[in-house]
């Protein structure tokens, strides 16, 4: 009944412990998956075979009107955060009705940057 764990997929590569911007909320990098660690949402797991793309966006407050005329992007979002006064991340899923995943991580670029490099080397 007891299954073997593997221990690389155990621990975080990259961590964002968060701050004021991300509302003391906790981002996390696998070997495998991406994990947003919410207050209010609970746990996002999103394995690496699911996002499509994933994208550095500048505070984007003043454009609501421009997702409300593109959409997808205002109904298939979810902001885990304070994201639209920020610099922040979005995450394109392929899988869940919830599509995009909006957040703020202490660095985005270099998150992005890491999660980039580990989505590249789970494919190796």
């Known amino acids: 009944m007891f299954t073997k764990i593997d221990s690389i997929h155990q621990f975080p590569i990259y961590t964002s412990k968060g701050g004021f911007k991300s509302l003391w ?27 499509e793309k994933v994208e550095l966006r500048g505070p984007n ?13 205002i109904l298939y979002a979810l902001k885990l955060d304070i994201a639209d006064f920020y610099q922040h991340l979005g995450v394109h899923r392929n899988t869940g009705w919830i ?11 270099m998150f992005k940057q890491n999660l980039e490099r580990a989505m590249a080397d789970f494919i190796k």
């Open 61 to 73: 407050f003043w454009h609501v009107w421009g997702d409300i005329i593109r959409f997808r992007s």
């Open 99 to 109: 599509s995009i995943l909006l957040f703020t991580p202490e660095n985005p670029a």
């Open 25 to 51: 909320q906790q981002y996390d990098i696998y070997r495998d998956r991406l994990v947003l660690n919410t207050l209010l949402f609970g746990k996002f797991v999103t394995k690496f075979e699911n996002i």
